[in-house]
Structures are given as C-alpha cells and as structure tokens.
T-cell receptor, first 113, second 117 residues
C-alpha cells in the first residue's frame, strides 16, 4: 500500500521569503501526485497535480512542485510567500488508475509579517 | 456554477444520537466521495457513490455508518449512535466522471465539523 510522509508539521516563514514544503511517498510505481491547500474552516483546493511528463509542475497561486523519482519526493515551492498563503497544505498520492488518494498528515504554514 | 455544498457546516451531537451529513455535488457531477479528517491527520477515504449505487465502501467503519446517494437530492452520510471518537471533519468531494485519471479531479466541499459531547 502507498503512504505519504510530510515530515514538517509546522513551517514558519516571513512574508516575501521563499517556501519549500516536503513530501515523500512510498509506492512501487510512479503514482499520481497532488498538493492541496486547506484554509481554516474550508475544504481542500487543488494547487497542482503530476501524472507524467515534465517533472516540474506549475500550479495556481504561484506554486510549483518538482517530482524526483530517485528521492520519491514531490516538494512544493513558492519563491515569495504572501500572508494569504497561511493555511494547511496536504500532499496526496494515488496509484495510477485508482480514485482513492492517500493523504499526508499535512503541514501548517505560518506567515509572519 | 456553485461548488460542492455541505450542510450543516457544524454539528453537535450527544453520545448515542444520530448524525446526518448532507452533500450536494457540483452541477453535472454524478460521482460522490466521502472522507473523514481526524484532528491533525490527513483525509481518509470512506466511501464512493454514484447515483443510487454504492461503488466502494472499503473505508467505511463496519458498524453505525452508512451512506446513500439517491436519484434525487443530496448524498447523505449517516452515523448512528455517535461516540466521541466520531468527532472529526467530514468532507465530501464530487467529480463528473470517475476520478483517478489525468483529466479528472475531485472537487471538495467545505466539510462538516462534527462534535460529539
């Protein structure tokens, strides 16, 4: 069975600083990979997804993620964080052809002014 | 086009009562998925339904939990005789076709926060 590890429970950055949120997965083949953002009291919004092809994926709100097969990682990045980016971020993996994603436990992003 | 709607947004129940959570998928979506999020955990899949059919309930607890998606009206997640451990956020997602491919994405609702006293 696949699994997802988000090693950082909380990340604190200053507004304008760069951001990288880590995600490692365990799965035998190349899975489908997702990043979601959850603002307080809200549902999950899809930021970006990777299925195949270019390993650098662009998403909404200025986010990008890079799939590294050798490291089984799919880290999320943003060059300059805005205060409105403060939220919970979830990485998810899905075996090809499945409709059931496995979510990590999430990373809470705190943005200091 | 309205997004996925869930109500109530917050629900408080005493132990032993029943909880009914409703989910209206996006217009044109006939596939509904329910997830549970325990505190400080990621979402866990519970059940996948199409209109009038339960397709996959592999994530549903064997007792007290049931789900339906009637021909008309919202999908309902029902929890009978709630216990404190049922306190969680319950999210519904929908898709126009079976999700899991590059072209399909699940769209999530805002969730129902259930608190069992």
């Amino acid at each position: 069975a696949q699994s997802v590890t988000q090693p950082d429970i909380h990340i604190t950055v200053s507004e304008g600083a760069s951001l990288e949120l880590r995600c490692n997965y365990s799965y035998g083949a190349t899975p489908y990979l997702f990043w979601y953002v959850q603002s307080p009291g809200q549902g999950l919004q899809l930021l970006l997804k990777y299925f195949s092809g270019d390993t650098l994926v662009q998403g909404i709100k200025g986010f990008e993620a890079e799939f590294k097969r050798s490291q089984s990682s799919f880290n999320l990045r943003k060059p300059s964080v805005h205060w409105s980016d403060a939220a919970e971020y979830f990485c998810a993996v899905e075996p090809g052809g499945s409709y059931i994603p496995t979510f990590g436990r999430g990373t809470s992003l705190i943005v200091h002014p | 086009n309205a997004g996925v709607m869930q109500n109530p947004r917050h629900l408080v129940r005493r132990r032993g009562q029943e909880a009914r959570l409703r989910c209206s998928p996006m217009k044109g979506h006939s596939h509904v998925y329910w997830y549970r999020q325990l505190p400080e955990e990621g979402l866990k899949f519970m059940v996948y339904l199409q209109k009038e059919n339960i397709i996959d309930e592999s994530g549903m607890p064997k007792e007290r939990f049931s789900a339906e998606f009637p021909k008309e009206g919202p999908s309902i997640l029902r929890i009978q005789q709630v216990v404190r451990g049922d306190s969680a956020a319950y999210f519904c997602a929908s898709s126009p076709r079976l999700a899991g491919g590059p072209q399909e994405t699940q769209y999530f609702g805002p969730g129902t926060r259930l608190l069992v006293l």
